[in-house]
């Protein structure tokens, strides 16, 4: 799949694939493997990294990730636990993540003079990826094929260039991936605001506006409440729409905590994931020497986005037991005190017929009623949810029925109990916290003025699926990327590689290759920088940045390695200098001298940060929580001074003859767009990505048979769309279910289709067709 080659001067376009040049690898297919981690994660976890690494580099950086005085993992965002293994504090994936990011391979310009931005593309992901760092600052000039070297100065004062050169701040944009560092994150944000727009689209807009949404609707605060200590001693933990053994490893470790301490564990999602099934320690010698612990009590195979109809049902069946016994299901006391909507909520739920709403599920009854049971005689209680949950059209209306179930059983603002979104990247929730967001906060802009001297914008800006249509029609001409792959993380390859390509200037600060840099506006600039396993040295002082976790705590990150290269920069001082360059000293900010000392990045935070006072000093060590008005049952910033139950309107899929419904998820040797490798050993599948998971039964009705070659179509709005040649793999699925990875099928999630309260793109359900290959 390719854009076209244009000639003449002014609509010149690269002829740059979005794919890669499409190639089987060789797949092999096992049995999944259904205990994660335990010995087989030791051994890939050393293979990973010795071989991107080396042993002694490795070996130094794996014993300081995730320790109190060492640098956070730059995978997901899982809270380190106060109790700290000295010697490994890190799960395979983390260690996969550093040996990404730490590798030995190294390229610069004379590669780049060699391989044009064309050739390039035609490499996967995965081998793009390979490449390794980027070691200086490049420039992709216009008509041209080639990154060529640029100095940093020259490119500082091209970017002001083009951003002087807008009619409208709001021509240009600024996204932010969920890598970055409180620090760089806040400074980048008030540069846009600077600049004069608050078109902030970030990550979380992709991943999980819509928990943010939902929570804030109904309890006041976008984030989750309960603790890893909540998680430990909880009496039922429910994990939604969610791979913890493959996107948060160290999760399971909490999970067999909870079940240690006789918690029971209830995995609601389509696919039975191994991580669920059992979990083998490594830190524990009894389970590595043992059988593992088995992790879910029970597993409910929900259909695709049928999980609002089982919340439904349960809530339904809970409401008659509490009838039953006497008011003794659901926390009344708890409901009169601190909850508005509970009449409304019954009337609804009375209306829905639960044999309706069983068939919706695909799930057994007597399932469903041990888990009804459970929750009825329960009363800690903690809802972990993440993707499964959070992108599909009806999100925020699917996660505000679990917080009504929460809130039913009073399992809010008490220990032991609370809501967990399980955040993707490892500072994603700590962007937001500082200031990356599309809308406007009075209080913040008002602590901007007040701190930083200057009057920030007051109109909303835009977020991910508005840049993407801004830029497809012309309207914004230049986009700043700090880290990520907007390309591949985002709806509709297609559409947004042309609107990116519309772009006057694109501009990536990124530690390695990624086809963001190969889809690229008429100019594009390439800024490298720092992984956070590098130690970064400013004036004689090493500096260190913080970091917010998927619970809300903030800590240090001080890295250790020395740099890929001399020539690469921190991102704080990119930003900086970016922001300095712009205003040339005529700004009351002063940019330059943030360039080089955090700590004055750090006092603007304490001081125009809500929650982060003295953050510098209060993130050594375990760090401290942002204040949380949920865990406190303060809901004074609610309508009533009370949290919300809502009733929540049930949506159908409508899926058409023929149509299977997709959802996208990621392997084993992935993180994000990111890809580390070519297995999924939890699934079975090696050596290949290029696969679609289906139901046998699906697969006899369309006469399809193991390792059949097939193109997959979506359509909407009478646009078709198609990602070419996936290899069928049978697979324990709902029947009319069909999974997929991502990125590679995000070429059929329309860009037009999204959660109409939070515009979260609905990558989880996707109605599409199969057509078999001959
Ligand atoms: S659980 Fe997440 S944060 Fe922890 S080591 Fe693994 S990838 Fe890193």
Known sequence: MSTNAKTSEKTFKRNVSLTGKIKFTGIKLKDPIRTAAGLLGIKETLRHTFKEMGIVRSTRALLDMNQPDGFRCPSCAWPVPKETSKIA????????????????QHIGASFFATHSVEELSQLSDYELNKLGRITEPLVLRPGKLHYEPIAWQEAYELIAEELHKLKDPNEACFYTSGRSSNEAAFLYGIFARAFGTNNMPDCSNLCHESS?????NTLGIGKGSATVEDLHKAEVVLTVGHNPGTNHPRMLSAFSECKKNGGKIISINPLEESGLVKFKNPQKVSDMLGSGTAIADIHLPVK????????????KKLAALDKERAGNVFDHEFLKRYADGYTELMNDLANYDEADLLARTGILEEEIDKVVELLASKSKIVVCWAMGLTQ???????????VNLLLLKGAIGKPFTGTFPVRGHSNVQGDRSVGIMHFVNEEFNRRIKKHMGFDPPVEHGHNAINTIKSMYEGKSKVFLCLGGNFLMAAPDTEYTAEGIQNCALTVQVSTKLNRSHLVTGKTALLLPTYGRSEKDIKMGKTQFLTMESSTGKIRQSRGLLKPASGNIKSEPEIIASMAHAY?????????????????LIRKYIDKTVKGFENTGERSKGFGYYLPNNSRESDFSMMPNAKAKLTVNRLSETNLKEGELLLTTFRSHDQFNTTIYGLDDRYRGVYNERRVVFMNEEDMLERNLKKMDVVNLHSEYGGKKRTAEQFLVVPYNIPKSNIGAYFPETNLLVPCDQYDPHSEQPMSKSIRITVEKIH
């Open 392 to 402: 599909h059209k009806n999100a925020v209306e699917t996660i505000q029925e679990f």
């Open 304 to 315: 695709i986005n049928g999980d609002m109809a089982l919340m439904k049902l349960i809530l």
């Open 89 to 104: 504090e890190y799960c395979e994936n983390g260690a996969k993540a550093l040996a990404d990011e730490a590798t030995i």
């Open 212 to 216: 943010g949404v939902a929570l804030k």
């Open 583 to 599: 205003f040339k000293g005529g700004h009351p900010v002063d940019w330059e001298a943030m360039a080089n000392d955090y700590d």
